[in-house]
């Protein structure tokens, strides 16, 4: 286990790193194992890697599947992230995108068929959380000291990876949001996600 590891890393740090935020493309590879390796996606801007472990949220038509699911040439979106003093790229979460994402946005807010597995929105913040009641969340960033996000209905809930209730969000903790800005113009949660990338002992 512990060269494999080595080598997943070792192939990583050789590729072009997928940027931090929202990353679509379509699936070139995976190699590894279904809880360590790395997966391959190109776009119009070219081609990059990413790294997963078992932390990672991998869902595909509402259901959650592992890395197995997913093969060539399917649309994918990842969640990014990088590891705390590495420039490696990790895959918070992985969606498999299909046709139905490119719809009209709803009339009204609430939730609807396809937005649990494909939600619309490319914003994705990072910091503290001030404040968290039923509909709002206040986020302390780099760059302002308040940042009001509305919080959805449907909006999903991500600890170390796993769904879990919006009551296990609390104050003082340090969230990645990826969101988009509703009918009104006000920035809406798809996802919520805290918890610790995996280290692994090289």
């Known amino acids: 286990m512990r060269?494999?590891?080595i080598l997943v890393f070792v192939a990583a740090l050789h590729a072009e790193q997928a940027p931090i935020g929202i990353v679509r493309g379509d699936m070139v590879k995976w190699s590894g194992s279904p809880d360590l390796g790395q997966l391959t996606l190109s776009n119009p801007t070219g081609e990059y890697s990413c790294t997963f472990d078992a932390k990672t949220y991998m869902e595909r038509d509402g259901q959650m599947v592992a890395?197995?699911?997913?093969?060539?040439?399917?649309?994918?979106?990842?969640?990014t992230d990088r590891r705390p003093g590495s420039e490696v790229c990790y895959a918070r979460t992985l969606h498999s995108v299909e046709a139905q994402?490119?719809?009209?946005?709803p009339l009204r807010r609430g939730p609807?068929?396809?937005e649990?597995?494909?939600?619309r929105g490319d914003l994705t913040f990072?910091?503290?959380v001030v404040r968290v009641s039923p509909d709002i969340l206040i986020l302390?960033?780099?760059?302002e000291p308040r940042k009001t996000i509305q919080l959805r209905q449907d909006t999903r809930y991500l600890s170390d990876g796993q769904r879990v209730d919006a009551e296990e969000l609390k104050v003082n903790?340090?969230?990645?949001?990826r969101g988009g800005r509703n009918l009104e113009d006000e920035i809406e949660a798809y996802q919520v996600i805290w918890g610790g990338i995996v280290h692994p002992e090289f």
């Open 116 to 119: 649990t597995w494909a939600p």
């Open 67 to 79: 890395i197995r699911a997913f093969a060539a040439g399917d649309r994918i979106e990842l969640v």
């Open 112 to 114: 609807s068929p396809t």
């Open 126 to 128: 990072s910091g503290m």
């Open 173 to 177: 903790t340090h969230v990645f949001v």
């Open 3 to 5: 060269w494999a590891v």
């Open 101 to 105: 994402a490119q719809r009209r946005p």
């Open 140 to 143: 302390r960033t780099r760059s």
